[in-house]
């Protein structure tokens, strides 16, 4: 029999010894990526529960400033008002909030850019293990802040701590990737787009059923327990990295050799909360990101687009005559996008993308055209809509899921912590951009006669 290291055994001892290690090794393989899959659904989940839920929030809360009748209850329809003074705008052209839902959009993702841009520069100066009790800290005080909440602003409050956990979770999380088998990075983009489905039809289901979006919020708050209980009593971290200190080994050894199969071997020291970034200087970290603009400047551009569409169009896309009310379309509007995501982030081991411009131009031409059906209403059913939103939701995975996977696959051992890291400003960028345009364009379309 060979083993791992290659040539034959010569006793019944040497043939049994690997078995042993091949099936531990196998056991650790599938944990750790069930682990990243865990975490990616459990880091991003509050942040869709709070773009899901934007359009509820921003109906209650304006339209309890109005003498109007508030609903029962388990009613999942918002009270409107008239503009000035809250609730929604059905005098003019639009029927929508006067008060975009990307107004969320930027609070869900302005603090996540900040530490992002951050990140690349300090965050080896923290352990790992600190990071994530901060992020599941972070997310625990969102749900219940805004299920809580009885006035925007402090429904805003909320929106930002499921914004910092979320952003310091997925740098956190990409940076974590370089020290363990390459395959965990598709776990977490899988992860991170079964949140987004599971997140919108959570919360679409939910509040269409028997519960207010209050009880459905409060009911999120396990969401951070899984993901602490993912990260520290599933994932099996390498026996040399430490979660607490500030000293560490480098894992790129380590790494390569769980993807060969091999048993570990002493490692290099480094210093820094097990990071491998500590080996780069300021004029290295800029060569990389440099040199994968490549995919993430398409990436920024596709998240442009398809957030532009998503937090500054979808409220516009109102079918009146459809069995679904206002707020019930824009949920399932959410939840269908998401649903394209999960699964063109789950598909990396079947097809693969290195031109991250191609989806990049399709979704500017998926904005265009819902832009156009907004402003000229000229579909006669909200399915062809719904079509076109899945479609969008697979352009956005591809781009994710593809350009990690390429930018992992094209970085040398110690590259590849603080790449991946520095590479998921991409997305919060052009998120971020998008809800800063979005805003006002929305705000315009509303005051139309």
Known sequence: METPGGGDASTEDERAAPIVWNVLDRRTYWRNIIGFWILGLCNNFSYVIMLSAAHDILSTQEGANTTRPTPPPNSTQMPSASVPGGGTNRGGRFDCNSISTAAILLADILPTLIIKLVSPFLIHLLPYGYRVLFCCFSALTSFIVVSFSVVTWISILGVVFASVSSGLGEYTFLSLTAHFQTEVVWGWASGTGAAGLFGALSYSGLTQGALTPRHTLQLMVLVPV??????????????????????????????????????????????????????????????????????????????????????????????????????????????????????????????????????????????????????????????????????????????????????????SDREREFAMGAASIADTMGIAISGAVALPFHNWLCQLG
């Open 226 to 411: 899984i993901q602490w209980a993912s990260y520290f009593c599933l994932l099996v971290l390498p026996p040399t990295f430490s979660n607490w200190g500030l000293e560490n080994v480098d894992g790129s050894a380590a790494r390569r050799d769980r993807d060969e199969g091999l048993e570990e071997q002493p490692l290099i020291p480094s210093g820094g909360s097990g990071s491998m970034e500590s080996h780069l200087n300021f004029s290295n970290k800029m060569q990389i990101i440099q040199r994968f603009l490549k995919y993430t400047v398409p990436l920024s551009l596709i998240y442009f687009a398809e957030y532009f569409i998503n937090q500054g169009l979808f409220e516009l896309l109102y079918f009146p005559t459809c069995f679904l009310g206002h707020s019930a379309q824009y949920r399932w509007y959410q939840t269908i996008y998401q649903a394209g995501v999960f699964a063109s982030r789950s598909s990396a081991k079947c097809f693969r993308i290195h031109r991250i411009w191609i989806p990049a131009v399709l979704q500017f031409v998926n904005l265009f055209f819902l832009l156009s059906v907004v402003w000229f209403s000229y579909l006669p059913t909200i399915w062809i809509v719904f079509a076109i939103i899945l479609y969008e939701g697979l352009l956005g995975g591809a781009g994710y899921v593809n350009t990690f996977n390429n930018i992992s696959e094209e970085t």
